[in-house]
Structures are given as structure tokens and as C-alpha cells.
């Protein structure tokens, strides 16, 4: 190989061919955001930008200390030197006169800022005039804040140990005034101003004095005999802000230039002296004519005098005004700032100019727009914008009638509400709702601007009765049901979700919602091509039968209608979408809980009746008495990735054999009880639930009802008159805990236990069996309304509560501790049983538990030994689910309007690092391609040289090369092992998360050519797809799905899969059945375990999925909509052995277990697809091939060994050629006319497309190298000429062509 092929992104192309590389227009399937990130919402928005309590400033203390005329001892001032203060130079008039006006001025200048408030001038005072004043304003502020002004530009500067000056009555002294007692008589809260010389030291002292008030408060509060608690309690500071003029070093500034009192000029003159300052500087210079005497004279009257210079060319010629341009200069940098920015870069300064802008007409529609534009950035753009004051600006403007503004305010709207619901009551109080409405209403807004609408609408009425109340006298249920059909996928999306929260525990909008028929009309959406509208439908559906209001018999109608129809999404292709029908049919079970108690308690005695094969043991056919397994613990994966797979580690992959749940530790029978429906999980930790709680209803015991039910005469034992919607919910809850997909199962678990434990644990049931009451009218509301469902909680509550039920100290399950190869141990502690065994009862007997109950209690009422220990429960069993079961999809739907939608997606953009990667993989495909064709058309004249070896942790059952990557994946029964073939490194291996008795089948690689994931499909018809694996990260499961759903492994017991073609000499004969294909049938049995599994193809250039096997459907799957598109009945009684498909002639070509090979064109109605039919093999059909070119052939291998060539249009085969007997496994390399076979007669025998042998392989290279193995699996690289082998033996190895063609 070269090495440096799979590195270089070059590889020798030219730019003809760099530009015409495929591999751009494939579609990439399971990467959109549902598959790449955690389904859940953000984080809430800490509302810091509301001003909670807004606190007023009402008391301002003036407090000046100037003694004009007479400068303080210690501050040597310049000559000349700042003299105006408050703008008035004191030395103009009389001191006293001074003194006055520039107190009077102070006053203006603060009242321009806060005009309600009380005004105390004190000036040049003395001690007791401060505290006559402090006291007395903070006595009339109450709890407001009050403001001290203190200047002392008269006085000497403050001390060290913090005190300020003031004056005695004759101002002959400066009298000192400690800010300790300032403290006290001002109190809390206050605002401090220091204008004066070293103020920093006034700082430094406050906060000294603070802290040792706190301090004496603390020594109060902890010992009341201390002599400080004896004293009136200091006042705290906590509440203070102090502005101070300079650092403790620093003096004032004395230019003459300025204002002697500078920082109060700042503080309340801003602009002027801004202004002043500005003409001070340099650049001041570069502007002509601006002055000092210009702007003495002027200041703001210069911008009336430059609109009336305008008058006289606007009268006499006529014209345009010419607005200032201050304001559109403003948003232009803000623009620039928007456009030109980078990501990580300081706030624009000119956002809050922005929002003074929204006042204007002129600039309005600009400014919102750009408002927008900077809201679109992110969460921390909203949270800015916020902060600064925004919200009273949008809000006021939704009572414009513009509607050129429509799609901004939505826009913007929708971005705050994104990220800050709590808005919701403020747009409500201000009638903004109506706003909304109208737009949603509108026809002639464009669909992006009414998903906005109706997204903000969805907020409104979230979780907020006045909301609902609101927008339902809006007509909002009308106006959503109009658009249910709209074209835009995520507007239907959000009109789901819109309905599902108005009704949500609002049964007024859910009767009007009846009224206008939109449970019926959401129907429709539950077959929407796009899953998150599936979703939502399913969720509105959910919060509509999930209402809490009281049921009457049209009412409970409605609930069963939608419950069955949302019962057809069981086998729905996304997770999220199952997720949200476990939490939909929650709802359901939360309000008929008595009726789904009756029924579980009869799915239980049902699974203690039937006895039902374990699927894990090989039994004759019709015997149902199950064969105990061996006492073996699961093998330890040694992979650091193990543990960090959610799929493999849940309970029902730890849990003991379904065996446990039928024999005792003795193998002796074990009386039934509730208790024991547990057993095999009891002791041991359920690692699949999410707080590691204990399940009363085992994995194994789920399934062992989920399998019993569909042959078992369920319905005609419990009635149909208002059980049977009951009972079929209930088995679809069943299903959906045996998902797949770990969280959907998880969600299932918890449901169905809930009601496991209340009908067995806390409850006394309704008679089940008497057909006298179940078969007459029931009643159609329930007996017993439960808000809350439980369930068992930790080992020892659950121990405690099995062992009072079943009278039988709890059967010890495998725990945990098997994963460390440790022998799990049976618990310790026997609680001594409580009650006599449960004996089932049948026919008109007495319900279970009625020697412990009274007739007259109520149906979930407890016993009466139960009494005493209620405290007891409430601790031991915690809650299960609530009427508050969520998935969190909204919430992470919502996450959309609150991430940048303007923003150019990283894979579009050319130079980001996502696209760089892209176009680095997509030169590595071309060069692959192209080296490989190169050595493929040199032709190829053995097939030999062994290029990798290992043992693989499990013996391989499929392996799959990646086509552009060194890695090829090998599973085995139950897991997946990666391996760097060129290197000889094991770089993963992980568990695939199937049940105990299952295997894996097929494999394909998705993505291959971009970012590759892989699929693994199970005989009981799962699919599961996996990413990061092979890497240094963790392997994830994306999604996972039952692809098909009528494989149930009871059906495939060992000796049924050729019973056909073994039962007697006429059917041999009729099939064609040697004695060698008898033998590789058995073969194929036990390395199998019988039948077909599931068989997968996979077609990228449509991203559609074709399955099939042990059923009679060719099933195909599209997975941009994540639905099943199409079933083609395969029109056989056997099993379909093996796929193969033609994109660009949409055939569908299936081999079957009867020696068949069928052909199909999908574009056909099911009854007519199937365009031809080959009978010319007389067995098993290894391997069935269609070449993907236009008139490509269809190759296809029987187990005896016969290789037969079709054309698509001709009846009979083109050629016929003879391999070896015994064949067990093939593959055909679809670029070098090669075919692989591998013998169960341990070798392998390669093959060109004219029948010869190019290579036999019989014994592994080496010194003393061993006979290989019976092959169990083999694949071809799809490029490359290497060939990967898996024998029984463990081992893996890699054969390639002669070293001198690579």
C-alpha cells in the first residue's frame, strides 16, 4: 500500500478532476441537529437586566463646604487656577452670595435628573447641622435610598483615620466628622458623592467601617449576653454606592481651563462639559469654527440654528431639508461593526444610540433592522441589548400599525423571547398578543415571519393561564388549524407545538379545540415527512388527552380515538418522535390509572401462565419448556469505551436469563406473585435507568409479556367493551420498553413500571377475570384520578415491598458486579414474609389481597399492616413519572430562534475548517478511486498475500472494510471490534446494546465518503447507528429503530429455518435439497442460530435503506424522513437471504431461502413490483449481486456452490459457474470482477468472472502456520483488492493482491 496515499490530498489529480469529484453532491444521511446534539433546551437566562423593585432616590443632601475666599491649610493652589464651581465663579459676588447661587445651582443641575426628589442644602455646615440633616432624610426616605453630595473644596482634606471636614458655629475652626457616624445617621440604602481632594481615603474608611459593622452584628446575633447586643444594632451597609472624585493620593485637577468642581460637572453636566473637554484637545482643531465661545453661547441651540439656516433656500428654491446626520452616522458604524467585526470582539458602542433611534421615524426601519441583525448573533447579544434597556422600546412599538416594520418586530420579538420567555406576561399585560395574532393570520406574510408568530405565540401560552386565556379569546386555535398544511415545515412545526401548550391543563381551549375537530386534524401531521412535525403533533396530541379535567363518555371517546391512532407511531423511524408518544401515552395511563392497573395486572398473570421458549436456547420444535442456561457472566469487554455507552448498559443487557423469572435457586418452580415479576432485577442495579433505580418489572419480564401477549387470548379474558383500547395500549408500551433506542425504552420502563407498582403494591384491583362486570358497561371516566405515578424505589424498599406481596424473600438476580467477573451474591437481609403467597385467582374468586382489605375501601387505599409505615413509603418509593413528563423537544425546538439564522453554516462556508476537512476527505476518495481502478484494471492473478492477522475478541459474524479509511469493523454476536488493517492495531471495540438472545447480521457503512457512521442491524429486526467510533472518542449511538417490526425471535428456533428443505424426500426433492445442503443448513443452524437474521443495502445517492429477512416484506426506509417509504411483499414463503439494489434503475434484487432470486422495481405498486423470478438454484441463496452500472448483471450463489449470471430482462441465466461445495459465505468485489467463497470446510477459494481459481487459502502464513478456521463471514474492500476473512476460530485476517501491483 502507500502509505502516504491516504495523507495526501493531492494524489496526483488534476483540477478538472478536483473540481468533478462526486462525492460533493451525495447526500449525508443522520446529520442534522436531532442526530448531533443532546435533545434538550438551553439553559434559562438569569433575568439581570429587569430591575426588580426599581429603588428611587427621594432625599438629596447637599452638603458644601467651600468657606469662598479662604483656602484650607494643606492644599497649595496654582495660580491661576480652577475656580468655577457648579459653572458660577465664586469669586464674581459676596462669598455669602456665592455660596448661595452655587448651592441653588447644584440643585438644578441634580433636579435635572431626578426632579421628584427632596432637596436639603447645608452649607458650610457644622457637625450637628449634618446630623440634623441625615437623620432627618433618612427618617422621611424610610427604605428608599437618599443621596449625600459632599464637597469640601473649602476644607482641609479627609484623614487617615477617616474623617471629613466641617465647621464650627463662628467658622473660625475646621471640625472634624467621622464617617462612622455618618454611616449611622444616613443608614442604608444611600448614594455617597465625595468631590474633594483624596477621596480614595473616604473609600478605603467606609469600607473598613463596614465590615466592622457586619461584624458586631454577627457577634449580636451569635452571643445575645455580649455587651454589643445589649447596644442599639448598627445599621448594615451592604446597600451603598460611593463615587469619589480621586485616589487617596490624587488631588484635584486645578486647570483653569476647567471647573474647579470637575467630577460634579461629570456627574451632572455631562454633555457641557464633554464639550469643553473635547475643544481642549488637539483634534478639536481639525473641525473649523468650533470653539469654546461657540459652544459657550450655543451648546444645543446649535443644532436649532443649523435646521433654520436652512429655511430661507428651502423657501425660496425649493429644497430638501437636510436632516443631521449625527444619528445615521451612528448606525453606519454600528453597521461596520456588524459587518466587518469578528466573532470575538467588545460590545458596540453605539447600541445604546440604536435604541434612542427607534424614537425617530426617519431612522426607524434601519435601526430595527440592524437591532435585528445584532440580535441574530446569539444569546449574549439578547442578554446585551437587554441590559441596555431595549424591552420598554420593542414593546411600545407594537402598537404601530406599520407594516413594514411586521417582520422586524417579529423578528426581533421572537430572538428575545428565545432567550428570555419571561416576557410572556408583559407582552400579555400590554395586549402585544394581539400584534402576533394578526400577523399569524395574515396570509400575505411570507411563512418564516409566521413561524416567528406563532413561535412567540407558543411562548405566551406556555405553562401561563392568563396567556392561554388571552390568546384563546384571539382565535388562536382557528388561526393555527388553518396552517397546519402550510408548505413550511417548521411552521407547521410550531403550530403544533402553539396548539399542544394553549390546551395544555386548559380544558376550556382543549373543548374548543373538540369543536373544531383539531385532534382530527393534527392526523394528519403524524405522517409529515419531517420528524420533529411528527414530534409536535404527537406532543399536541399528548397535552390534549393528557388534560386533568374531568372525563365524560364523549370526552373519553376522543381520548381512546386519538390513543389508537397515536398508537400507529410505535414503529416510527425516530427516536424523538417514539419519545414523545411514551410521554403522549403517559398522559393517557396518568388518567385512566385504575383501568390500566386491571390491565397490567392481567398481562402479569398471563406471562406466570404461559411458558414461552427462551429465545437464547435451542429447543425442538412445539416444546415450550424453556432449558436453564449455564452459569456463565457476561464477558468483559476490555474497551474503555464500554461504560460510556448509554445503550450498553442497560438493564435488560445485565439482568440474568429470562430463565430466573420461572425457576427458583434450587430449579424447583416458584409460586407466583407480583414480587417475583422482579426477581431476576430486584438485587441488582438496573445501570439503564436514570437515577440507578430499581424496576419492579424486569426487562425480561417485559418482553416475556410483549411476546406472550401476541399469541395469547388476552382480549377475550379481559373483555372489550372498555378494556380493549387499554389493553392495546398497553402493548404498545410494552414495545416501546423493548426499543432500541435507550432513552425511548427508558421512558417506556418507567411508565409501565409505575403502573406495575401501584397495581400490585398499593393497590386493590377490580375483579379481572369476572366476565360478569368487565363485559357490561363500564364506567368511562375513571375511578381514581392519579396526578402522581410512583414507582419501587431503592433495593431495600424494593425487597421490603416484594417480599410483603409474595410472602418469599426476593430472588437473587445477577448485578452489576458482573461486569467485573465477580460472583454476584445473594442479599443478606430476609424480611420475614407479611402476608401468605399470592395465590391467582380465576373466574368470580376474590380479587388478590381481599383477606387484607375491607370491601368498603377505596380502590388504591393500603392494607391495613401498611398503616403504620407511611412515612416509611413516601421515603422508599419515590416518584416514577408526573403529569409533567417531558421530552424537552420544545424546549430544544426553541433553540432555534435563539441561534444566529443569518449567519453563513460552516459547511458553505469556504474557509472554515469544517469545509476545509471536507474537501481533505473528498481529494482522499478521488485518490483512493483512482489508485485502486489503476492495480484493478492491471488485472489481478492472486489473491493470497495475508497482509493482517488477529484474534478478534468474538468470533466474527459480518465484517465491513470502510471504503476510504485503513479500518474495517468486525462484529461478532453482540459487539463491534475496529481494526487499523495497516497497522495491525485493535483501535475499538464497543457493545452493539442488542438483547442477550439476539445477534448481529448485517453491517453497512453510512457516509462513507464524508463522516462515516456505521449501521448494525439485529435478527430481531433493530437497526442501530453508531459515531466516534475508531477514534480516540467515545462511540455514540445516533439513533436506533425497528426496521422491522414482525421479526419476533420466538419465531426462529433452531431446526425451523430449512425445516423445508429437510422434513421429507418429496420436499427435498421439490426444493432441490442435497444431502450437502442439508448439512450446511444445520451448520448455518448452530454458528447462526437459524433463519436469515436481517439483510440490509444501502443506497447513499437516495439515502434510501432496504431490509428484509425472516419476514415477507422487502421493507425500505428513507432516512432524510426517518419513515418507512414503501413495503414490497416478497411474494415467497421463505426468508430473503440477501439484498442488493440499483440506484439509477430503481431495482431491488433479493435472494431467498428457497433458492430463489427475485427482482423488483420500487417505482411499481406493490402488487406489480415484482418484474422477475429465477428458480434455477436449488437452495439456500448466499449471496445475491446486482452491478451498478446501466445494464449491470445480477450474480447470485446458492450454498451448493453454483454461481448463476442474470440479465435483468432475460428469464433464464447468461452463464453458470461451479464453486465449492459447502459454501458458507461470499462476496463479489464490485470493481475487479472477483468473487470470494468460504467452505465450512475450512478454506477459501477466490474466483475471476470466468470460473477460475486465482487463489485457495487453506492455512494462515507463518512458520508452522495452522489450518484456518470454518469461515464464518468474508468481505471484499470496496476499492481496494483485499479481501477480509472470519473464521470460528476467532481469528481475523486480510488477504490482498501480490505486492508488486500495490
Same mark, same amino acid.
Given at each position: ?47 439581570? @437586566? ?28 496654582? /495660580? ?32 435635572? =435628573? ?21 437623620? /432627618? ?27 471629613? =471636614? ?18 449611622? @445617621? ?63 493620593? +490624587? ?131 439578547v442578554s446585551l441589548a437587554l441590559s441596555v434597556g431595549i424591552f420598554p422600546y420593542v414593546l411600545k412599538l407594537l402598537q404601530s400599525s406599520a407594516r413594514e416594520l411586521r417582520p422586524l418586530l417579529v423578528f426581533i420579538w421572537a430572538k428575545i423571547l428565545a432567550v428570555d420567555s419571561s416576557c410572556q406576561a408583559d407582552l400579555v399585560k400590554d395586549n402585544g398578543h394581539k400584534y402576533f395574532l394578526s400577523v399569524l393570520a395574515d396570509p400575505y406574510m411570507p411563512a418564516e415571519h409566521r413561524t416567528m408568530a406563532v413561535f412567540i405565540l407558543a411562548v405566551i401560552v406556555n405553562n401561563y393561564n392568563t396567556g392561554q386565556e388571552a390568546c384563546l379569546q384571539g382565535n388562536l386555535i382557528s388561526i393555527c388549524l388553518e396552517q397546519l398544511s402550510d408548505p413550511h415545515p417548521l411552521l407547521r412545526q410550531w403550530v403544533a407545538i402553539c396548539l399542544g401548550r394553549i390546551w395544555q391543563n386548559f380544558d376550556s381551549a382543549r373543548w374548543c379545540g373538540v369543536r373544531d375537530s383539531a385532534h382530527e386534524k393534527l392526523y394528519s401531521l403524524l405522517s409529515d415527512p419531517i420528524p420533529e412535525v411528527r414530534c409536535a403533533a404527537v406532543f399536541a396530541l399528548g397535552t390534549f388527552v393528557g388534560n386533568s379535567a374531568e372525563r365524560t363518555d364523549h370526552s373519553t371517546t376522543i381520548d381512546h380515538n386519538v390513543a389508537m391512532m397515536l398508537a400507529q407511531l410505535i414503529n416510527d ?19 385512566? +390509572? *385504575? ?69 427458583? +435457586? ?15 432485577? /430486584? ?22 409479556? $410483549? ?61 379481572? %377475570? ?10 368511562? /371516566? ?87 409505615? !407511611? ?48 474537501? @481533505? ?57 475496529? =481494526? ?60 436506533? =429503530?425497528?426496521?422491522?417490526? !414482525?421479526?419476533?425471535?420466538?419465531? $426462529? ?5 430449512? $425445516? ?20 450446511? &443448513? ?57 439484498? *442488493?439494489?440499483?440506484?439509477?434503475? &430503481? ?8 433458492? *430463489? ?22 437452495? @439456500? ?52 470482477? %472477483? ?16 470460473? !477460475? ?47 508488486? %501491483?500495490?
Amino acid at each position: 500500500m502507500d502509505a502516504e496515499l491516504l495523507h495526501s490530498p493531492v494524489v496526483g489529480l488534476t483540477e478538472e478532476e478536483e473540481a468533478d469529484m462526486s462525492d460533493w453532491n451525495l447526500p449525508l444521511a443522520f446529520m442534522k441537529k436531532r442526530h448531533l446534539e443532546k435533545i434538550e433546551g438551553s439553559r434559562a437566562l438569569a433575568q439581570s @437586566w429587569r430591575m426588580k423593585d426599581r429603588m428611587k432616590t427621594v432625599s438629596v443632601a447637599l452638603v458644601l463646604c467651600l468657606n469662598v475666599g479662604v483656602d484650607p491649610p494643606d492644599v497649595v493652589k496654582t /495660580s491661576p487656577c480652577a475656580r468655577l464651581e457648579c459653572w458660577i465663579d465664586p469669586l464674581s459676588m459676596s462669598p455669602q452670595k456665592a455660596l448661595e447661587t452655587i448651592g441653588a445651582n447644584l440643585q438644578k443641575q441634580y433636579e435635572n =435628573w431626578q426632579p421628584r426628589a427632596r432637596y436639603k442644602q447645608s452649607l458650610d455646615p457644622t457637625v450637628d447641622e449634618v446630623k440634623k440633616l441625615c437623620t /432627618s432624610l433618612r427618617r422621611n426616605a424610610k427604605e428608599e435610598r437618599v443621596l449625600f453630595h459632599y464637597n469640601g473644596h473649602g476644607v482641609p482634606r479627609p484623614t487617615v483615620n477617616g474623617e471629613i =471636614w466641617v465647621f464650627n458655629k463662628n467658622y473660625t475652626q475646621y471640625i472634624p466628622l467621622s464617617i462612622y457616624d455618618l454611616q449611622t @445617621w444616613m443608614g442604608s440604602p444611600s448614594i455617597f458623592v465625595y468631590d474633594c481632594s483624596n477621596a480614595g481615603i473616604i473609600v478605603k474608611s467606609f469600607k473598613q467601617f463596614a465590615l466592622q459593622r457586619e461584624q458586631e452584628l454577627e457577634v449580636a446575633a451569635i452571643n445575645p449576653n455580649h455587651p454589643l447586643a445589649q447596644m442599639p444594632l448598627p445599621p448594615s451597609m451592604k446597600n451603598c454606592i460611593q463615587l469619589a472624585a480621586c485616589e487617596a493620593s +490624587e488631588l484635584l485637577p486645578m486647570n483653569p481651563d476647567l471647573p474647579a468642581d470637575l467630577f460634579t460637572s461629570c456627574l451632572t453636566t455631562p454633555i457641557k462639559i464633554a464639550l469643553r473637554w473635547f475643544c481642549m484637545q488637539k483634534s478639536a482643531k481639525l473641525v473649523p469654527g468650533v470653539t469654546l465661545d461657540l459652544i459657550e453661547k450655543q451648546a444645543w441651540d446649535l443644532a436649532v440654528d443649523i435646521c433654520l439656516s436652512q429655511l430661507p433656500t428651502i423657501i425660496e428654491e425649493g429644497t430638501a431639508f437636510r436632516h443631521s446626520p449625527f444619528f445615521a452616522e451612528q448606525l453606519t458604524a454600528f453597521q461596520v461593526w456588524l459587518t466587518m467585526g469578528v466573532e470575538n470582539r467588545n460590545p458596540p458602542e453605539q447600541l445604546p444610540i440604536v435604541l434612542q433611534v427607534l424614537l425617530s421615524q426617519v431612522h426607524r426601519l434601519r435601526a430595527l433592522d440592524l437591532l435585528g441583525r445584532f440580535l441574530d448573533l446569539g444569546p449574549w447579544a439578547v442578554s446585551l441589548a437587554l441590559s441596555v434597556g431595549i424591552f420598554p422600546y420593542v414593546l411600545k412599538l407594537l402598537q404601530s400599525s406599520a407594516r413594514e416594520l411586521r417582520p422586524l418586530l417579529v423578528f426581533i420579538w421572537a430572538k428575545i423571547l428565545a432567550v428570555d420567555s419571561s416576557c410572556q406576561a408583559d407582552l400579555v399585560k400590554d395586549n402585544g398578543h394581539k400584534y402576533f395574532l394578526s400577523v399569524l393570520a395574515d396570509p400575505y406574510m411570507p411563512a418564516e415571519h409566521r413561524t416567528m408568530a406563532v413561535f412567540i405565540l407558543a411562548v405566551i401560552v406556555n405553562n401561563y393561564n392568563t396567556g392561554q386565556e388571552a390568546c384563546l379569546q384571539g382565535n388562536l386555535i382557528s388561526i393555527c388549524l388553518e396552517q397546519l398544511s402550510d408548505p413550511h415545515p417548521l411552521l407547521r412545526q410550531w403550530v403544533a407545538i402553539c396548539l399542544g401548550r394553549i390546551w395544555q391543563n386548559f380544558d376550556s381551549a382543549r373543548w374548543c379545540g373538540v369543536r373544531d375537530s383539531a385532534h382530527e386534524k393534527l392526523y394528519s401531521l403524524l405522517s409529515d415527512p419531517i420528524p420533529e412535525v411528527r414530534c409536535a403533533a404527537v406532543f399536541a396530541l399528548g397535552t390534549f388527552v393528557g388534560n386533568s379535567a374531568e372525563r365524560t363518555d364523549h370526552s373519553t371517546t376522543i381520548d381512546h380515538n386519538v390513543a389508537m391512532m397515536l398508537a400507529q407511531l410505535i414503529n416510527d423511524g425516530s427516536p424523538v418522535v417514539r419519545k414523545e408518544l411514551v410521554v403522549a401515552l403517559s398522559h393517557l395511563v396518568v388518567q385512566y +390509572e *385504575s383501568n390500566f392497573c386491571t390491565v397490567a395486572l392481567q398481562f402479569m398473570e398471563e406471562e406466570k401462565n404461559y411458558a414461552v421458549p427462551s429465545p437464547g436456547n435451542t429447543t425442538e420444535p412445539g416444546n415450550l419448556t424453556p432449558v436453564r442456561d449455564g452459569p456463565t457472566l457476561p464477558r468483559l469487554r476490555p474497551v474503555n469505551s464500554y461504560t460510556n455507552i448509554r445503550a450498553a448498559t442497560t438493564a435488560r443487557n445485565l439482568n440474568k436469563s429470562l430463565q430466573n423469572l420461572n425457576l427458583n +435457586e434450587e430449579g424447583g418452580p416458584v409460586t407466583f406473585s407480583p414480587g417475583n415479576l422482579s426477581a431476576s432485577s /430486584s438485587a441488582s442495579s438496573t445501570l439503564g435507568s436514570p437515577d440507578n433505580d430499581e424496576y419492579l418489572l424486569s426487562f425480561e419480564t417485559i418482553d416475556k409479556m $410483549r411476546r406472550v401477549s401476541s399469541y395469547s387470548s388476552l382480549n377475550s379474558l379481559i373483555g372489550v367493551s372498555f378494556n380493549s383500547v387499554y389493553t392495546q395500549i398497553w402493548r404498545v408500551l410494552l414495545h416501546l420498553a423493548a426499543d432500541p433506542f435507550p432513552e425511548v425504552s427508558d421512558l417506556a420502563m418507567k411508565v409501565l413500571n409505575s403502573i406495575a407498582y401501584k397495581a400490585t403494591m398499593n393497590t386493590r384491583p377490580q375483579k379481572i %377475570l369476572d366476565s360478569g362486570s368487565l363485559t357490561q358497561s363500564a364506567p368511562a /371516566s375513571p375511578t381514581s384520578k392519579g396526578t402522581l405515578i410512583h414507582q419501587a424505589g431503592a433495593s431495600h424498599g424494593a425487597n421490603r415491598c416484594l417480599s410483603r406481596c409474595s410472602g418469599s424473600p426476593p430472588i437473587p438476580g445477577v448485578s452489576s458486579s458482573s461486569l467485573t467477573n465477580e460472583v454476584p451474591k445473594p442479599p443478606t437481609r430476609e424480611a420475614p414474609p407479611s402476608r401468605p403467597p399470592y395465590t391467582p385467582t380465576l373466574g368470580n374468586q376474590a380479587p388478590p389481597h381481599s383477606h387484607q382489605f375491607s370491601r368498603t375501601r377505596k380502590m388504591f387505599d393500603k392494607g391495613p399492616d401498611q398503616m403504620a409505615e !407511611d412515612g416509611d413509603e413516601a421515603t422508599a418509593h419515590r416518584n416514577f413519572i408526573s403529569v409533567a413528563l417531558q421530552t424537552g423537544l420544545c424546549d430544544w425546538s426553541a433553540k432555534y430562534f435563539a441561534q444566529p439564522v443569518m449567519k453563513i453554516p460552516e459547511e458553505h462556508d469556504l474557509e472554515s475548517q469544517v469545509r476545509k476537512e471536507r474537501e @481533505w476527505r473528498f481529494l482522499r476518495n478521488a485518490g483512493v478511486r483512482r489508485h485502486s481502478q489503476r492495480i484493478t484494471q492491471r488485472g489481478i492473478a492472486r489473491l493470497d498475500d495475508q497482509i493482517f492477522i488477529n484474534r478478534n475478541p468474538g468470533v466474527p459474524s459480518v465484517v465491513k472494510f470502510h471504503p476510504f479509511n485503513p479500518c474495517i469493523a468486525v462484529a461478532d454476536k453482540d459487539s463491534i471490534c475496529f =481494526w487499523d488493517w495497516e497497522k495491525g492495531e485493535r483501535l475499538d471495540y464497543f457493545y452493539n446494546g442488542n438483547p442477550r438472545y439476539t445477534r448481529i447480521t448485517a453491517m453497512e457503512y453510512l457516509n462513507g465518503h464524508d463522516c462515516s457512521l456505521l449501521l448494525t442491524a439485529t435478527d430481531d429486526g433493530a437497526l442501530r447507528i453508531w459515531k466516534n467510533f475508531a477514534d480516540q472518542r467515545n462511540p455514540e449511538m445516533v439513533t436506533a =429503530w425497528q426496521g422491522l417490526s !414482525d421479526m419476533l425471535p420466538t419465531t $426462529r428456533v433452531a431446526g425451523k429455518a430449512f $425445516r423445508n428443505c429437510s422434513t421429507s424426500r418429496d420436499s427435498r426433492e421439490n426444493h432441490g435439497c442435497s444431502g450437502l445442503a442439508r448439512r450446511v &443448513s444445520i451448520y448455518l443452524d448452530r454458528s447462526k442460530q437459524g433463519g436469515a437474521g436481517m439483510v440490509v443495502d444501502w443506497e447513499q445517492e437516495t439515502g434510501l435503506l432496504m431490509t428484509s429477512g425472516d419476514v415477507r416484506v422487502i421493507r425500505i426506509w428513507d432516512t432524510e424522513r426517518e419513515m418507512k417509504v414503501q413495503d414490497i411483499p416478497t411474494g415467497a414463503d421463505s426468508c430473503v437471504t440477501s439484498l *442488493s439494489c440499483d440506484p439509477q434503475r &430503481s431495482l431491488v434484487v433479493a435472494g431467498l431461502g428457497d433458492g *430463489s432470486v427475485r427482482v423488483y422495481d420500487r417505482r411499481m405498486a406493490p402488487n406489480e413490483c415484482r418484474v422477475m423470478t429465477y428458480r434455477e438454484h436449488g437452495a @439456500w441463496v448466499v449471496k445475491a449481486h446486482v452491478q451498478r452500472e446501466t445494464n449491470g448483471e445480477i450474480v447470485s450463489v446458492s450454498v451448493n456452490g453454483d454461481v448463476r449470471f442474470f440479465e435483468a430482462r432475460t428469464p433464464d441465466s447468461v452463464n453458470v459457474l461451479q464453486t465449492v461445495k459447502g459454501l458458507t459465505a461470499l462476496d463479489i468485489h464490485p470493481q475487479a470482477n %472477483l468473487f470470494a467463497c468460504g467452505s465450512m470446510n475450512q478454506f477459501i477459494a477466490v474466483y475471476n468472472s470466468n470460473g !477460475d481459481v486465482i487463489s485457495n487459502i487453506k492455512y494462515y502464513d507463518g512458520f508452522m502456520g495452522q489450518r484456518i478456521g470454518a469461515i464464518s463471514c468474508l468481505a471484499f474492500h470496496p476499492y481496494w483488492p483485499h479481501l477480509a476473512v472470519g473464521s470460528n476460530d476467532y481469528y481475523m485476517s486480510i488477504y490482498s493482491a501480490e505486492k508488486r %501491483l500495490r
